[in-house]
Protein backbone atom coordinates (compact mmCIF):
# COMPACT_ATOMS: atom_id res chain seq x y z
CA UNK A 1 0.00 0.00 0.00
CA UNK A 2 1.28 3.31 -1.28
CA UNK A 3 0.53 7.14 -1.86
CA UNK A 4 2.90 8.72 -3.82
CA UNK A 5 3.18 13.00 -4.63
CA UNK A 6 4.92 13.63 -7.41
CA UNK A 7 5.57 16.75 -10.42
CA UNK A 8 6.77 19.45 -7.85
CA UNK A 9 9.66 21.65 -9.30
CA UNK A 10 11.21 24.93 -9.47
CA UNK A 11 8.64 27.67 -11.56
CA UNK A 12 8.84 31.39 -11.87
CA UNK A 13 5.87 33.22 -10.58
CA UNK A 14 3.08 33.28 -12.27
CA UNK A 15 3.33 29.81 -13.67
CA UNK A 16 1.84 26.70 -13.22
CA UNK A 17 2.66 22.93 -12.27
CA UNK A 18 0.07 19.78 -11.99
CA UNK A 19 0.60 17.86 -8.66
CA UNK A 20 0.22 13.80 -9.03
CA UNK A 21 -1.34 11.75 -5.91
CA UNK A 22 -1.15 8.22 -7.43
CA UNK A 23 -2.08 5.23 -5.06
CA UNK A 24 -1.09 2.04 -5.50
CA UNK A 25 -2.00 -1.22 -3.38
CA UNK A 26 -5.59 0.10 -2.87
CA UNK A 27 -8.10 2.54 -4.85
CA UNK A 28 -8.54 5.89 -4.11
CA UNK A 29 -12.22 5.61 -5.20
CA UNK A 30 -13.04 4.51 -1.47
CA UNK A 31 -10.79 7.35 0.15
CA UNK A 32 -11.18 11.55 0.78
CA UNK A 33 -8.20 12.30 -0.76
CA UNK A 34 -6.49 15.40 0.58
CA UNK A 35 -3.91 18.43 -0.01
CA UNK A 36 -1.33 19.82 2.31
CA UNK A 37 1.55 22.30 2.22
CA UNK A 38 4.33 22.79 4.32
CA UNK A 39 6.40 25.96 3.85
CA UNK A 40 10.07 26.44 5.60
CA UNK A 41 9.44 27.20 9.08
CA UNK A 42 5.68 27.25 9.22
CA UNK A 43 2.82 24.00 10.11
CA UNK A 44 1.41 21.99 7.86
CA UNK A 45 -1.13 22.90 6.31
CA UNK A 46 -4.34 21.62 4.20
CA UNK A 47 -4.97 23.56 1.44
CA UNK A 48 -7.34 20.95 -0.95
CA UNK A 49 -9.30 18.14 -0.41
CA UNK A 50 -12.03 15.95 -2.94
CA UNK A 51 -14.62 13.48 -1.38
CA UNK A 52 -14.90 10.03 -2.92
CA UNK A 53 -17.89 11.24 -5.09
CA UNK A 54 -15.30 13.92 -6.35
CA UNK A 55 -18.79 16.70 -5.52
CA UNK A 56 -18.06 20.02 -3.49
CA UNK A 57 -13.96 19.49 -3.33
CA UNK A 58 -12.29 22.19 -0.82
CA UNK A 59 -10.11 25.03 -0.78
CA UNK A 60 -8.66 27.06 0.94
CA UNK A 61 -8.98 30.48 0.71
CA UNK A 62 -5.13 30.44 0.45
CA UNK A 63 -5.40 28.80 -3.03
CA UNK A 64 -9.13 29.34 -3.73
CA UNK A 65 -9.44 30.47 -7.55
CA UNK A 66 -5.96 29.38 -8.66
CA UNK A 67 -5.69 25.20 -7.48
CA UNK A 68 -7.96 22.72 -8.73
CA UNK A 69 -8.28 19.37 -7.33
CA UNK A 70 -9.89 16.31 -9.74
CA UNK A 71 -9.99 12.54 -10.06
CA UNK A 72 -8.73 10.26 -12.34
CA UNK A 73 -10.11 6.91 -11.44
CA UNK A 74 -8.58 4.85 -14.52
CA UNK A 75 -5.13 6.03 -13.30
CA UNK A 76 -6.17 5.86 -9.64
CA UNK A 77 -4.32 9.11 -9.12
CA UNK A 78 -5.44 12.67 -7.83
CA UNK A 79 -3.93 15.44 -9.36
CA UNK A 80 -3.54 19.40 -7.76
CA UNK A 81 -3.43 21.74 -11.18
CA UNK A 82 -1.66 24.77 -9.51
CA UNK A 83 -1.73 27.99 -11.61
CA UNK A 84 -0.78 31.45 -10.72
CA UNK A 85 1.92 30.43 -8.54
CA UNK A 86 3.59 32.68 -6.11
CA UNK A 87 6.44 32.55 -4.12
CA UNK A 88 4.22 32.19 -0.99
CA UNK A 89 3.52 28.80 -2.83
CA UNK A 90 6.94 27.14 -1.82
CA UNK A 91 6.48 24.73 -0.11
CA UNK A 92 6.82 20.85 0.60
CA UNK A 93 3.51 19.65 -0.95
CA UNK A 94 1.97 16.53 0.45
CA UNK A 95 -1.18 14.10 -0.64
CA UNK A 96 -3.01 11.95 1.93
CA UNK A 97 -5.79 9.61 1.85
CA UNK A 98 -8.38 8.63 4.00
CA UNK A 99 -11.34 6.55 4.66
CA UNK A 100 -13.75 9.36 6.58
CA UNK A 101 -11.92 12.28 7.68
CA UNK A 102 -14.80 14.45 9.30
CA UNK A 103 -13.29 17.28 7.91
CA UNK A 104 -10.84 17.78 4.44
CA UNK A 105 -7.52 19.56 6.97
CA UNK A 106 -7.80 17.18 10.12
CA UNK A 107 -4.42 15.61 9.58
CA UNK A 108 -4.85 12.79 12.23
CA UNK A 109 -7.51 11.47 10.68
CA UNK A 110 -5.80 10.50 6.89
CA UNK A 111 -5.25 6.87 6.71
CA UNK A 112 -1.97 6.90 4.00
CA UNK A 113 0.63 9.79 3.13
CA UNK A 114 2.49 10.51 0.54
CA UNK A 115 6.01 10.95 1.28
CA UNK A 116 5.95 14.80 -0.52
CA UNK A 117 7.03 16.61 -3.79
CA UNK A 118 9.19 19.85 -3.55
CA UNK A 119 7.41 23.06 -5.37
CA UNK A 120 10.06 26.13 -5.54
CA UNK A 121 8.40 29.26 -6.88
CA UNK A 122 11.07 31.88 -7.55
CA UNK A 123 12.27 34.42 -10.82
Known amino acids: VQLQASGGGLVQPGGSLRLSCAASGFSLDYYTVGWFRQAPGKKREGISGISRSGGSPFYADSVKGRFTISRDSAKNTVYLQMNSLKPDDTAVYYC?????????????????WGQGTLVTVSS
Open 96 to 112: AAGSSPSGYTFEDEYDY
